[in-house]
């Protein structure tokens, strides 16, 4: 499947009660999902996170390209010192936790005007809302894509599901997974984790191994690992069959 994969998902995704709309500024394109609309204060969040990158990058170029963590910038911005914190531990880039950092940065933003949202960045989401929620897990070409899901209830909201894919979507990946889904309680963890834990996948044969791993994360709820028609999952998860 091409890397360019359209948001094609969004038709599928049926949110109940909830009101759902889409804010797009410069590469940011988010599907949002609250009790109601809140396109101009979505709006407004995008552009405060976004500054905080874009200044930075502007004082750091480097911070956009290095695939290797960050050392610690006490003068960053927020998120951006999130950004770096969480990616520190990982092996991975501070760019890897962009996408969830975002979303977490809208979700957290909009919670304080509503009471449910799932924020959808690219794939990776932020959500909190009153009942469990259902999260398709999407892997490509593999015969698994799309069968199951994660059952999220809601003892475990705020929550952030990841992931990161060698032949789905803009992401870099370093090994063979079609996806790596990670949840944790911080978007940019789960973000920079799904790379991590992706770019360990070399063989089938890691699977099992690279799930277990994962369990050193500190902060992290439960991950799943496909590649091809194997699965390997680790943690505090439930999934369900679609």
């Known amino acids: 499947m091409s890397r360019d994969v359209k948001h094609t998902y969004r038709k599928r995704v ?3 009660d909830l009101v ?3 804010v797009v ?3 940011t394109d988010l599907w949002v999902s609250a009790d109601k609309n809140m396109g101009d204060e979505t709006r407004n969040l995008v552009f405060e996170c976004r500054h905080q990158l874009e200044s930075y990058i502007a004082a750091h170029p480097e911070f956009a390209t290095s695939l290797s963590p960050r050392v610690e910038d006490p003068f960053a911005p927020p998120m951006i010192k999130e950004m770096i914190d969480v990616t520190r531990n990982l092996g991975v880039g501070p760019m890897a936790s962009v996408a969830g950092a975002i979303a977490q940065y809208v979700a957290d933003g ?3 005007l509503t009471d449910q949202v799932i924020v959808e960045n690219g794939g990776d989401i932020f959500l909190k809302t009153d009942r469990p929620v259902t999260v398709s897990i999407f892997a490509g070409n593999s015969p698994l894509s799309g069968k199951f899901g994660l059952l999220i209830p809601k003892r475990q909201m705020p929550l952030a599901v990841c992931s990161s894919s060698a032949n789905v979507g803009h992401s870099l990946s370093m090994g063979i997974a079609d996806v790596a889904c990670v949840l944790s ?3 940019p963890l789960a973000d920079g984790a799904a790379t991590a ?3 360990r996948i070399k063989y089938k044969t890691d699977l099992e191994g690279v799930a277990e791993r994962a369990r050193e994360v500190k902060g992290l709820t439960g991950c799943v690992i496909i590649v091809a028609d194997r699965m390997a999952t680790w ?3 439930e999934l369900v069959e679609l």
């Open 14 to 16: 049926n949110t109940g």
């Open 20 to 22: 759902s709309f889409r």
């Open 25 to 27: 500024v410069k590469e």
């Open 110 to 112: 909009l919670l304080k």
């Open 185 to 187: 309680s911080s978007g």
């Open 197 to 199: 834990i992706g770019n």
């Open 235 to 237: 943690g505090d998860i």
